[in-house]
T-cell receptor, first 115, second 112 residues
Framework: EAGVAQSPRYKIIEKRQSVAFWCNPI?????LYWYQQILGQGPKLLIQ????????DSQLPKDRFSAERLKGVDSTLKIQPAKLEDSAVYLCASSPRLAHAGELFFGEGSRLTVL | GQQLNQSPQSMFIQEGEDVSMNCTSSSIFNTWLWYKQDPGEGPVLLIALYKAGELTSNGRLTAQFGITRKDSFLNISASIPSDVGIYFCAGLYGGSQGNLIFGKGTKLSVKP
């Protein structure tokens, strides 16, 4: 079974530029999450999708971050404009519909450096 | 908001030793989970706990869901070099559509 796919693995941009990350969850997984992991910290939830609907985006900085999952499969997370404090690893995770809540399958992450 | 306190932050142990780490919170959680993250990888689920007082094992790993529902413990027996990594506890809040809050992690290093 293929795992959660993310791209790009690494991205370096200057502040005020924009960046987009892509995630393809495990086939058949209804729930998709984007987490932000700052160096030395645990992952922090940015947004959760159930199929193509948003379940929780309360911690997403909506003035600069946006995410979509238009067809209920893959998802894109965008940051525009980026700030220095956005430097982090952006992790995508998915879970099957019938799984116990909290049992997530993570991708390898996209590491963003903002200069 | 909810916050999880993990300890120790890091530890060095001799191969073959047993390891203990814990996670505490001032909030009650209905589910506790333990994840491991290797460098350059995403976290991988090790153990999930769903009932207060529950004790669950996965190979050399044993975790317990504290009776107060505010803490959890992870033990690793007879550590080996591949146990190196960062261990995160996570508590689930918000019911069936709930989301995870992660601790800051315990970094485990093993001396061969």
């Amino acid at each position: 079974e293929a795992g959660v796919a993310q791209s790009p693995r690494y991205k370096i941009i200057e502040k005020r530029q924009s960046v987009a990350f892509w995630c393809n969850p495990i086939s058949g997984h209804a729930t998709l999450y984007w987490y932000q992991q700052i160096l030395g910290q645990g992952p922090k939830l940015l947004i959760q999708f159930q199929n193509n609907g948003v379940v929780d985006d309360s911690q997403l900085p909506k003035d600069r971050f946006s995410a979509e999952r238009l067809k209920g499969v893959d998802s894109t997370l965008k940051i525009q404009p980026a700030k220095l404090e956005d430097s982090a690893v952006y992790l995508c995770a998915s879970s099957p519909r019938l799984a116990h809540a909290g049992e997530l399958f993570f991708g390898e992450g996209s590491r963003l450096t903002v200069l | 908001g909810q916050q999880l306190n993990q300890s120790p932050q890091s530890m060095f142990i001799q191969e073959g030793e047993d390891v203990s780490m814990n996670c505490t919170s001032s909030s009650i959680f209905n589910t506790w989970l333990w994840y491991k993250q290797d460098p350059g990888e995403g976290p991988v689920l090790l153990i999930a706990l769903y009932k207060a007082g529950e004790l669950t094992s996965n190979g050399r790993l044993t975790a317990q869901f504290g009776i107060t529902r505010k803490d959890s413990f992870l033990n690793i027996s007879a550590s080996i070099p591949s146990d190196v990594g960062i261990y995160f506890c996570a508590g689930l809040y918000g019911g069936s559509q709930g989301n995870l809050i992660f601790g800051k992690g315990t970094k485990l290093s093993v001396k061969p």
